[in-house]
């Protein structure tokens, strides 16, 4: 099968050889057909498998099919996306696909100022990829209108749902059109998913590729006991060993991943860290030069476990495990990306060793110990620990949708708990565009 056969338009064809497409992916094959007819579809997929074209093809040869509005036009389809990074990068492929199109898409997220924004929508826009904090936003300032709104895109709909975005896809809902095509992606279908979908939707496709949870088979997962206070030196040993291969380092905390990025430099190991706590323009900057290959090594909360795409990383070295066990398995999915191989690395200590029993849980097997001489832990890994059972200290994963005194977080809030700074309100975000224009100066520098 190849992307002819889908019933994709020479214009796009073109684009894609363009930029090296020679075969459809999986998802791709089973949902650009059901696309194109115009059929609602549920897409079971993670990212990586090639979801942004399997929904960005169709949907832009659609538009590009129906007549342009005159002067100033507004968004016909929306992209709603948790996070300002897939955003981003939801962006840049979509544009790269449109090469040949005269379409206009343009990214909508907060930590950044309303003005280009607001300059973006008055010279028309036909895609909109947004996260929804902002486009809420825009849509109570009257700024950003939905109404022409043919075609929604749910992305990373049960991440967005863990984040507490539901009030506000809600919102959002209703100043789109009863009258149009939902095509909905999510890694699980779990009831609330569900729900989602059938309120969402009609009738939709469901296609599914890889199954729930599973780490691919081209990466090469393992563990290495340690005692917490030695992981550095592990890290720094492994790296140095490593030393022409771009490693992207998970740590737990933004404090953690700014220390040991200055840490690795002190031991001749260049790094950046990029973290919520970050100027978007530093975020941005940060990993824009790990995947040009001019950053070898990029220190990372789970602001970067998901759905970031990091062409041809080898390594992938978890200095701590995931509070939560689903990021174990988006994290090392940043490495072996579309069919390459991949490796991946935990650095385990006997404090962690519940959080590793629920990873093993989870993937329903064991991660293989590989003892490193010269780092044996003073204490075993024990392999009934309970999952909190010494853990570090840090938030349960069932508390996370908990203020301590039982009202729940706004959605914009809960989400920049994971991946980002919390919401500015009205009159502080002169104050938040100060910090951003602070942070492009020196990114300027
Ligand atoms: P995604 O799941 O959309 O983030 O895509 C994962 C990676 O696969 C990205 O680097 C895409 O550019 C790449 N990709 C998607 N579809 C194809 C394809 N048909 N052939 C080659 N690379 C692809």
Not at 44 to 67: E, N, R, V
Not at 323 to 333: S, T
Not at 377 to 405: E, L
Not at 434 to 445: D, M, T
Request: contains cysteine; glycine residues 8%.
């Amino acid at each position: 099968m190849n992307f002819e056969e889908l019933g994709l338009a020479p214009t796009l064809l073109r684009a894609l050889a363009d930029y090296g497409y020679a075969t459809p992916t999986p998802i791709q094959a089973q949902a650009i057909p059901h696309i194109l007819a115009g059929h609602d579809v549920l897409g079971g997929a993670q990212t990586g498998t090639g979801k942004t074209a399997a929904f960005g093809l169709p949907l832009l040869q659609k538009l590009a099919a129906m007549p342009k509005p005159e002067g100033l036009h507004r968004p016909r389809v929306l992209v709603l996306t948790p996070t300002r990074e897939l955003a981003v990068q939801i962006t840049d492929n979509l544009r790269a696909y449109a090469k040949y199109l005269r379409l206009n898409v343009t990214p909508l997220f907060g930590g950044v100022g309303m003005q280009p924004q607001l300059d973006a929508f008055r010279r028309g826009v036909d895609v909109l990829v947004a996260c929804p904090g902002r486009l809420i936003d825009h849509l109570d300032r009257g700024s950003c209108k939905l109404g022409d709104v043919q075609m929604l895109v749910l992305d990373e709909a049960d991440r967005m749902l863990d984040m507490g975005f539901l009030p506000s896809i809600k919102r959002i809902m209703k100043h789109v059109p009863q009258q149009r095509q939902t095509l909905l992606f999510s890694a699980t279908f779990e009831p609330r998913i569900k729900a989602l979908a059938l309120e969402f939707m009609r009738e939709p496709k469901q296609v599914q590729v890889a199954a729930q949870n599973t780490v691919i088979e081209t990466i090469r997962h393992h563990a290495h006991p340690v005692d917490g206070a030695k992981k550095r030196d592990l890290l720094i040993e492994i790296l140095a060993r490593r030393h022409t291969e771009q490693v992207l380092v998970f740590g737990k905390t933004k404090h953690g991943c700014n220390r040991l990025a200055e840490q690795l430099e002190t031991a001749g190991l260049p790094a950046l860290a990029i973290h919520g706590n970050k100027s978007q323009a530093a975020r941005q900057k940060a990993l824009n030069e790990f995947k040009s290959g001019k950053t070898r090594i990029l220190v990372a909360t789970d602001v970067a476990a998901r759905g970031l795409d990091i062409p041809d990383l080898p390594l992938v070295i978890n200095h701590d495990l995931p509070m939560v066990a689903e990021d174990y398995v988006h994290r090392i999915g940043r490495t072996g990306r579309n069919g390459a191989t991949g490796e991946a690395i935990s650095l385990v200590s006997p404090d962690e060793a519940g959080l590793l029993r629920q990873i093993q849980k989870l993937l329903g097997r064991e991660i293989a110990m590989e003892t490193v001489p010269g780092f044996e832990p003073s204490r075993a890994i024990r392999s009934d620990a309970k999952p909190f059972d010494n853990a570090p200290r840090g938030p349960r994963p069932a508390a996370r949708n908990r203020r301590p005194h039982g009202k729940p977080r706004s959605a914009e809030a809960h989400a920049h708990a994971h991946t980002g700074p919390k919401p500015a309100r009205e009159g502080q975000r002169d104050g938040q565009r100060g910090k951003q224009r602070q942070g492009e100066r020196r990114s300027a520098r």
